[in-house]
């Protein structure tokens, strides 16, 4: 008979089996991170194998990006109602299930579908997590979970590139294996969770907002679909008309969930949190940074293996300077974001910024582009997105009261997801427009944009509160 844990405390007698659990549940959220990056590497294989244009490409990317982002929130509140362990479980079996069928997908169509489903089921798994160490853990132990969370966070980004090179190698029928792998580790995940998890709810049963998901599901379809589109079919009228229809539907999106709030019930997106100007800032600045990282290595993969006839695992090596730079200075930014959060935040955009502009500059006057050549503009971007990207929605999050932290969370988590796959949209779009002037001229207008995208991001670093709450 399982044993129902409240979510208002720890449990009385702590559970023995406490850390065990958290070491499954986090192979699960290892899983998750892996999976996002572990495509991109593989991305030009897929679309030899698969005969599929730029566009599915970036579908196969945000197709997944989307349905965690929009079912984040409601995969939160599913396993407040019907228990986490239970939630986890079921995310688990989804996922290693829709990893079977990308494996088998006969065509880019499957896969996207498949893509969508993983993304989904990653949903329901990933913010039982967090919830997990809430509810398992005592206050003096939570510190040393979350660093314990942290740490898988930056080993899975130091993992991927490698992972995925090593299984796609110069193989392009290879790339079936970066879900085949995640078969065997979802099976150790599930067995684990369902031998050591306790399950846990939530003391106030929330209601689902469905039809909150609903609409904003359709709105950014119809803003995100003719974007992904756009450049192969020569941005015809009603790709334009499908972005103009979104704005209609997000304000009916905005209107209902206002309308929500005000009834006192639970709404997906909180409205009245938009009136604090350091929550609004914070946003900006999530979607300008988060939009812009899966874009750019999207960009460098299509570049480097199209362009230039690199292996995936060059190009996984290559990109592996990414996360020592962000390894460097991640556990830095954590331990000082209460005192020097903002500047932190500020630092690391200029580096971005800069980053940014080494790579313009070394694509255009390198003569035969190596992995050498980019290293330094990967190191240093590394370095500066370690300094964001680990307290980056906590800053942002510093002025919100106390009563409303857990839903602007899950509203600023949705962000970052979603922000993910616009950023795919948007970038990959540019990206296939410029194509016709070569592969490192579309690559330097490519990374250009999201470069300004940083420096918007710097510039709204003033409106974000100077301190923090400390992170422990």
Known sequence: M?????????????????????????????????????????????????????????????????????????????????????????GVAGFTAASMACGLAQGIGMLIAARAVQGAAAAMMVPQALATIQVAFSVEERPKAFGIYGAVNGVAAAAAPIIGGLLVGDDPTAWRWVFWVNVPIGVIAFIGAAALMRESRAERRPRLDVLGVLIVTLGLLLALYPLVQGSELGWPWWGWAMMAGSLPVLAVFAYTQARRERAGGMPLVPTSLFRLRSF????????????????????????????????????????????????ATSGMAVQHAAKAGRRLVAVGTVLLVLSMSTLVATIGLADDLTSWHLVPGLLLGGIGFGMVAPILVHIGLSGVPEENAGAASGVANTVVQVSGAAGIAVVGSLFTTFLDHGTDRAAQLSLGFVAVAFLVGLVLCRALPKTARSMS
Do not use: C, E
């Not at 990317?61 to 939630?87: E, H, Q």
């Not at 600045?285 to 060059?314: D, E, K, M, P």
């Open 2 to 90: 399982t044993t129902v844990q409240r979510a208002a405390g720890p449990p009385q007698t702590a559970d023995p089996r406490r850390w065990a659990a958290l070491a499954i549940v986090l192979l699960g959220v290892f899983m998750d991170l892996v999976d996002i990056t572990i495509v991109l590497v593989a991305a030009p294989a897929i679309q030899t194998d698969l005969g599929a244009g730029h566009s599915s490409i970036q579908w196969v990317v945000a197709a997944y990006a989307l349905g965690l982002g929009l079912l984040l929130i409601t995969g939160g509140r599913l396993g407040d109602l019907f228990g986490r362990k239970r939630m986890f479980l079921t």
């Open 280 to 327: 609004v800032a914070g946003l900006v600045i999530i979607v300008a940074v988060f939009s812009s990282i899966s874009a750019l290595f999207l960009v460098l993969t299509w570049q480097l293996q199209q362009g230039h006839h690199f292996t995936a695992l060059r190009t996984g090596l290559t990109f592996l300077a990414w996360p020592v730079g962000l390894a």
